[in-house]
């Protein structure tokens, strides 16, 4: 089945650091994929929409110079948390759906997320 | 898209079938229901979706009712491991849409030994 790998899963860093997180589909392509963010307790809120080659798509409120997306490859996009402070502690989920659907409607795939704790 | 009223947490026993319900009165012609689960610390897993046919797979069943204002998912025979927090998302999907999953709180389905 689809499946869609994060890196890394855990990281710890102190105030000030930029953090990357890399989203991989591994056996299918996708020319678009999504970021979330989850807060403990809460549910997942969308941040952006990552499309290959282009730029990403903000959702209101989410600071694009602050959130940084790169999708260079059709298995690639990367979330770049810059100059991270600890209200930027919470869980980064990603997902992608196949460019190929071998099925009509198929779903989006999530990675097992990436927990950032800022010191 | 459609908003999604769920239950904030079930219990169900053991090997017995979990029936968690989802109200989507808005729910247009061309919008599928999707179900999603969060197991602590992990992301989203895919469960099932469907349109007004009732759906099933190897890990659950889903009902839709005639009007399509609601939909059941049935876990069949419930096991410890299906203690998570559901997710029920109704959206337009298509074969080439790069459509965004908006998630309620969904259900918080806690299995008992």
């Known amino acids: 089945g689809a499946v869609v790998s994060q890196h890394p899963s855990w990281v710890i860093c102190k105030s000030g650091t930029s953090v990357k997180i890399e989203c991989r589909s591994l056996?299918?392509?996708?020319?678009?994929m999504f970021w979330y963010r989850q807060f403990p307790k809460q549910s997942l809120m969308l941040m952006a929409t990552s499309n290959e080659g282009s730029k990403a798509t903000y959702e209101q409120g989410v600071e694009k110079d602050k959130f940084l997306i790169n999708h260079a490859s059709l298995t690639l996009s990367t979330l770049t948390v810059t100059s991270a402070h600890p209200e930027d502690s919470s869980f980064y989920i990603c997902?992608?759906?196949?460019?190929?659907?071998?099925?009509?409607?198929?779903?989006?795939?999530f990675g097992d997320g990436t927990r950032l704790s800022i010191l | 898209d459609a908003k999604t009223t769920q239950p904030t947490s079930m219990d169900c026993a053991e090997g017995r079938a979990a029936n968690l319900p989802c109200n989507h009165s808005?729910?247009?012609?061309?919008?599928?229901v999707y179900w999603y689960r969060q197991i602590h610390s992990q992301g989203p897993q895919y469960i099932i979706h469907?349109?007004?046919n009732n759906e099933t797979n190897e890990m659950a069943s889903l009902i839709i009712t005639e009007d399509r204002k609601s939909s059941t998912l049935i876990l069949p025979h419930a096991t410890l491991r299906d203690t998570a927090v559901y997710y029920c998302i109704v959206r337009v999907a298509t074969s080439f849409g790069n459509e965004k999953l908006t998630f309620g709180t969904g259900t918080r389905l806690t299995i008992i030994p």
């Open positions: 808005t729910i247009s012609g061309n919008e599928y």
């Open positions: 056996d299918f392509q996708a020319t678009t």
């Open positions: 997902s992608a759906r196949d460019l190929i659907p071998r099925v009509n409607n198929q779903p989006q795939h």
């Open positions: 469907g349109l007004k």
